[in-house]
């Protein structure tokens, strides 16, 4: 397209082209018309505008095509992502299906939310264990794997959990003695029964706490003037037995208890011991553990009424009825354990006065045959 130039003159006016050069067609056409108003800029500053193909001045042409940036660009970088991304694989069907939300409300978005907060379970490792030895079979193997088991069951067990077992001997043979009862029905002893079940009794295990003697006494349902007898039935398996070192304690507990009275333990014992000699501690254990308790003592019986008076009356007929030899050491370890226990000389314990402590050396001088004056050197213990 030709350019014509307007040649202005010096002094400021136009100066008219050549007429060898016409001016152009639309500034002929234009010449006459009145000028227009420019087009209004779009109103949306915050969204970039591009014009199409189009383009003109806007002088008597149509309006420019005006197009969105976002609607130009986006298509074009979403072609060129496709293009770059690789392939995604097919879903495989191990892959746990996710969580789909029906229409449900406030229950639907509570149970979304639990399968979000729920822990990952993890995979199990597998450990490798060790190849098995071809020469064994399968029958073998089995038999070995099953005494491994019983040979580490048995020794992990402790001693304790033997109780079961022992308690239900212990029930069943109560179970049996209410069925055969050990007094006849004209108010008799029968002592064949009572020896049969204390030999019974008398079996290591069977009664674990010395307390499991209070049910068997209460048990057999003995009448009052029939219980020495029964105790001297007790004495006489118990001392035979392996549990010869806790008849004393046997005996004890059922006192305490109040099962048995200190009067049938006294006809008990003189007559089973009359004349012969202590059978593994017996007498010296059940009267130390009979000994009344004193306020400066943390061993001894603290019963209402029982007193230092009331245990020598008792321990005196029992040593009367024993030999002289017997009756002696029977006192002086008895002594000398109430020494061990109490850490200190009998003088020095509060329990034992100046005339407590005459009462038992003149029983010792009778027991041993000696005087006085001899009784020191041949007694350990500490008497004055």
Partial sequence: RALHCVIMAPGGKRKAP???EPPPVWLRK??????RSPIPAPKKPSVAKVRGPKEDSGHGCEPPEVMDLDARVVPILMARASKSRPASPAPSSDIAKPVVLKAGGA????????????????????????????SIDVDESCELWTEDVAGASNSSRSPDDGGEKEHEDLYAILGELGETKAVRPDGSLDEDVVHGFMTRFMRPGVARKQRDWIEVWSAMAIPADQQSLVLRLMLQV?????????????????VKAHR?????????????????SDQAGCLSRTLLLLFPKSPTSEWGWSRVGW??????TLAEKILDTLDN??????????LREMENLSGAFLPHQQIWDGTRLLKIRTALCKYGGLQED?????????LS
């Fill in 30 to 35: 234009n010449a006459g018309a009145p000028p």
């Fill in 325 to 334: 030899t017997a009756a002696f050491e029977v006192l002086s370890s008895m």
């Fill in 260 to 276: 048995l009275k200190n009067k049938c333990l006294e006809e008990a014992m003189v007559t089973l011991f009359e004349c012969g």
């Fill in 238 to 254: 118990g001392l035979q037995s392996e549990l010869a070192e806790s008849v004393a304690d046997i005996v004890v507990e059922l």
């Fill in 107 to 134: 229950k639907a978005l509570k149970q979304l939310r639990a399968v979000a907060k729920s822990p990952v379970a993890k995979m199990p490792v597998l450990k490798s264990r060790p190849p098995s030895p071809t």
């Fill in 307 to 312: 007193s230092w008076h009331m245990w020598w």
């Fill in 374 to 382: 001899a009784l020191a050197s041949s007694l350990d213990v500490c």
């Fill in 18 to 20: 050549e007429p060898d």
